[in-house]
């Protein structure tokens, strides 16, 4: 099957960062041309003006957590954990599928080609992710057993989970401990040793809160970065979600081993949990710097348009320095960073032959993003652009909406059904 998409603004994410007016020539799952398209094709898409760009990569949310949006809301850490832990240790698989398709539903229209998740119960996500069509990086959530209201040992069901979805076209299986302060030494080894062993990426939230750090010294003597380069854990394999609470030694460490971070502004910011990722600093250091939405229970939103923006408003306010985090930039940690955060740069990240045809069309007509001129183009998709733009999404050369038309799901029923469970869940808070 050859599809040309025809005459758009095409934003390359190139190493040049090209801009080009063109087109795009996708062969089964890949991109075979871009600029100049012959006549020779299957199927065409018309995008005359509109921008064509590499799909956005979410690399840190829990996807079956969006059905409890607005139950949560308000609240600080604390209470807001309290509040969550209970609804979340009583939901069905039911639950999760529609949770999981809801959330899948909403990164379609959003833009959102690949994800990062951290979870239970992945292989019902799995199955939600292959019935979408998109990608998901889905890392099984570890725990020291005796915290966990997993059946059996943790890493053991990670593993099982890994082999199980190993050959799956969409799905990248990850592992998942869930953070320092309910993984001890030996959970986190046996996780870091299952990854290395399957060469799978190693997702976790990291140094997130100034309590979770606090805490984890008083019990270690040490930061949770130094203590997990201490015990070997430390490693390119890495993806490190929130990192706002770092020293400068710690930056260092990450760079140095070649992990990567996952900065979730929207979501910290709505906690108040306080701290501001070092994003300038993990840049200068090596650190490659992804973006991340976090769950609807503490953002709300998986729209990655809206999360780059406040991340560069973030970054600037918080420095007083309006030049930090330029939107080029900004627009590089949603594809490429992302890209390589999951170890996928040579696949994924930008529109460049031989890569995944994982591409979105914005609309061009969209006041929004008016006036579009090459030397605008980047900046108005960061800082003017949102979800609503979002016309056409390919993820691997399948066609997942076309025209705001969702292609792989009933949308409607996926939302009647998230209200059924939404009702039933917070009854119990």
């Not at 398209?37 to 509109?50: F, L, P, T, Y």
Request: charged content about 25%.
């Amino acid at each position: 099957m050859r599809t040309a998409i025809r005459d758009a603004w095409i934003v390359t994410q190139d190493a040049r960062r090209s801009i080009i007016r063109g087109d795009v020539l996708i062969e089964g799952e890949h991109i075979a041309a871009v600029g100049e398209v012959g006549d020779d094709v299957d199927h065409e898409i018309s995008a005359s003006g509109d921008i064509v760009m590499p799909g956005l990569i979410n690399t840190h949310c829990h996807v079956a957590m969006t059905v409890m949006k607005g139950s949560v809301d308000d609240l600080n850490f604390p209470d807001f954990l309290q509040k969550v832990f209970k609804v979340d240790a009583d939901r069905s698989d039911n639950d999760i599928a529609i949770g999981s398709r809801l959330g899948l539903l909403e990164m379609i229209c959003s833009g959102t080609t690949t994800f990062v998740d951290l979870y239970y119960s992945q292989d019902i996500i799995a199955e939600a992710v292959k019935e979408c069509g998109v990608r998901g990086v889905l890392g099984w959530a570890v725990l020291d057993e005796e915290l966990t209201t997993q059946k059996g040992k943790p890493v053991d069901n990670c593993r099982k989970f890994c082999l199980k979805y190993a050959d799956e076209r969409k799905i990248i299986p990850a592992v998942g401990p869930q953070g320092v302060y309910v993984c001890g030494k030996e959970t986190w080894q046996e996780a870091s040793a299952l990854s290395e062993e399957i060469q799978a990426p190693l997702t976790f939230h990291l140094s997130e809160t100034r309590g979770e750090v606090n805490e984890h010294h008083r019990k270690t003597g040490m930061r949770p970065v130094d203590w997990l380069d201490s015990i070997g854990a430390l490693n390119g394999r890495c993806l490190a979600a929130h990192s706002a609470w770092l020293t400068i030694n710690e930056v260092r460490a990450l760079g140095k081993a070649g992990a990567s971070i996952s900065t979730c502004p929207v979501s910290n910011m709505k906690l108040a949990t306080g701290g501001v990722a070092p994003i300038p600093e993990m840049i200068e250091y090596g650190v490659t710097v992804s973006i991340g939405t976090d769950g609807s229970s503490t953002n709300n939103s998986l729209d990655m348009f809206a999360e780059m923006k406040t991340l560069g408003l973030l970054q600037k306010s918080s420095r007083w320095d309006a030049t930090v985090t330029p939107a080029q930039q900004l627009l590089d940690m949603a594809t490429r960073g992302g890209a390589k955060a999951i170890g996928m740069s040579d696949n994924l990240g930008s529109l460049e032959v031989g890569k995944y045809a994982d591409i979105l069309i914005l609309d061009g007509k969209s006041p929004n993003l008016r006036p579009l001129l090459p030397e605008n183009l980047v900046s108005n998709i960061v800082y003017s652009g949102n979800a609503l733009n979002v016309k056409t999404v390919l993820c691997q050369g399948d066609l997942l909406m076309h025209d705001r038309k969702v292609l792989t799901l009933d949308a409607g029923k996926v939302m009647d059904d998230s209200e059924e469970v939404w009702m039933k869940l917070c009854s119990r808070v």
